[in-house]
Nanobody, 124 residues
Framework: QVQLVESGGGLVQAGGSLRLSCAAS????????MGWFRQAPGKDREFVSA????????YYSDSVKGRFTISRDIAKNTVYLQMNSLKPEDTAVYYC?????????????????WGQGTQVTVSS
């Protein structure tokens, strides 16, 4: 059974940093894309970043490019999202997701597995 477990969320002041972790288990992820999405209150869930597990190629939304960095530790089966220069508009529940298709997508519905989410709150 595939499990994605996020951790690392919390409360931080604007300009601060957080690192989210996503521990993955239950299958081989070598041909997967691992993504981070977020959902703010009253808004749709949106793409934040993704990484191809095997190649390490990364992708970012325009809103976080230059501030967030996605990475993965293959030995630990864990994906990270380093978030720097945080803004109040980054406040959301952040979700880790896995897409088993061979291409990279930002489309929510293409992702097969989801974590339970972790809250990130950025105060002004």
């Amino acid at each position: 059974q595939v499990q994605l477990v996020e951790s690392g969320g919390g409360l931080v002041q604007a300009g601060g940093s957080l690192r989210l972790s996503c521990a993955a288990s239950g299958r081989t992820f070598s041909r997967c894309t691992m993504g981070w999405f977020r959902q703010a209150p009253g808004k749709d869930r949106e793409f934040v970043s993704a990484v191809r597990w095997s190649e390490g190629t990364s992708y970012y939304s325009d809103s976080v490019k230059g501030r967030f960095t996605i990475s993965r530790d293959i030995a630990k089966n864990t994906v990270y999202l380093q978030m720097n220069s945080l803004k109040p508009e980054d406040t959301a529940v952040y979700y880790c997701a896995a897409d088993t298709s061979p291409w990279v997508t930002q489309t929510l519905s293409e992702y097969d597995y989801w974590g339970q989410g972790t809250q990130v709150t950025v105060s002004s």
